[in-house]
């Protein structure tokens, strides 16, 4: 049970802060570009209030993993910040950034509104933060290799966020609280296939990294 909860604890570490390095570098790089803040202050406090509570909290009902009890002893002094979760948070960071800046420029050039392209950039944080919370399921196998079933909390969390999404995007009272705006069905698509392809990128770094270690 030390072992699953500490497992547990690591993945939300896993998941958590990849997400807000990538929250910062994308308003950094606005700054240093000198363009309008892909997302506003605001926006940020609902990404990281939502998803922390219906994301990352699911992962500590993530059942232990297979030959837990086969893994030699974890030396007391290994640090949780390891040089695996680093090169992790520099890439997911990465990911978010590429996807939420990009779709933000794209949408603008694309002579959609201000307000338009923020929702479309928020949404992007937000799909991306779920599909990457089931690579977290798991620190080393890949997704397809996970019980689907095992962590309905899992399941039960991304369904709520993509209703609260929806509310986020459609409502008018979110609409004027948070200044956003209904952006066109055939973004989602696009959304979804990024956040499908960042999915996907991670489970090559986890391979990658099971090679380096034998």
Not at 8 to 30: D, H, Q, R, S, Y
Not at 35 to 48: A, D, E, G, K, S
Not at 186 to 196: D, K, M, R, S, T
């Amino acid at each position: 049970e030390g072992r699953a909860i500490y497992d547990n604890l690591v993945k939300f570490i896993t998941w958590t802060l990849p997400t807000n390095f990538g929250e910062g570098l994308v308003i950094l790089a606005a700054v240093l570009a000198g363009v309008t803040l892909p997302i506003t202050p605001l926006q940020v406090l609902w990404i990281n209030m939502t998803t922390a509570v219906f994301l990352g909290l699911a992962l500590t009902f993530e059942p232990a993993e297979p030959g837990i009890m086969r893994r030699p002893p974890r030396p007391p002094a290994t640090p949780v910040l390891d040089s695996a979760l680093v090169v992790r948070i520099v890439l997911v960071g990465v990911l978010l950034l590429a996807g939420a800046f990009g779709s933000f420029l794209l949408e603008l050039a694309r002579g959609y509104s201000l307000a338009e392209a923020r929702t479309l950039a928020v949404n992007v944080f937000v799909l991306v933060e779920t599909a990457y919370l089931f690579n977290c399921r798991s620190l080393v196998r890949p997704v397809v290799r996970l019980p689907a079933l095992s962590n309905p909390w899992v399941w039960a969390g991304a369904g709520t966020m993509l209703a609260l999404q929806l509310l986020f995007t459609y409502a008018p009272p979110m609409n004027r609280l948070f200044a956003t705006a209904p952006v066109r069905a055939e973004a989602w698509l696009e959304i979804g296939a990024f956040a499908l392809a960042c999915l996907l990128v991670v489970d090559m770094e986890k391979a990658w990294r099971r090679r380096r270690s034998g």
